[in-house]
């Protein structure tokens, strides 16, 4: 991350053409890569498959968000919800309620998913 960093730096530098730039880093976070046999992942899988009959499919999602700080912080956690990931935060973004509705079912029964992890 601090090659990103300083090659920033050095673009601001170059770009500001003579007049007075400055870039201050406020936070930033590596990027996150949850292991696919991770318990929270597993239990998550089984309940989108107790909730829709099919299996619940690991994708890499790009970006960043709570899970980058979660994880700094030793938290297990996993990304979840309906929708198409690659219309995020775009013009195109839209769920089905169909979907919205099947993910609550999902949500819902990943407390008894995670509970059969540690009993």
Excluded: F, W
């Amino acid at each position: 991350m601090n090659a990103i960093i300083n090659d920033l730096q050095l673009i601001v530098k170059e770009s500001a053409e003579g007049a007075q730039c400055e870039m201050k880093l406020v936070e930033a976070s590596d990027a996150v890569l949850i292991d696919p046999l991770n318990p929270i992942v597993k239990a998550m899988r089984r309940a989108i498959y107790r909730a829709t009959g099919t299996p619940g499919i690991c994708i890499r999602k790009t970006g960043s968000g709570d899970m980058n700080h979660a994880v700094m912080h030793n938290i297990h956690c996993v990304t979840y919800g309906p929708g198409n990931t690659l219309d995020e935060h775009s013009e195109s973004e839209s769920i089905e309620i169909s979907d919205y509705l099947r993910s609550i079912e999902v949500l819902k029964i990943l407390p008894s998913e995670l509970y059969r992890m540690i009993a």
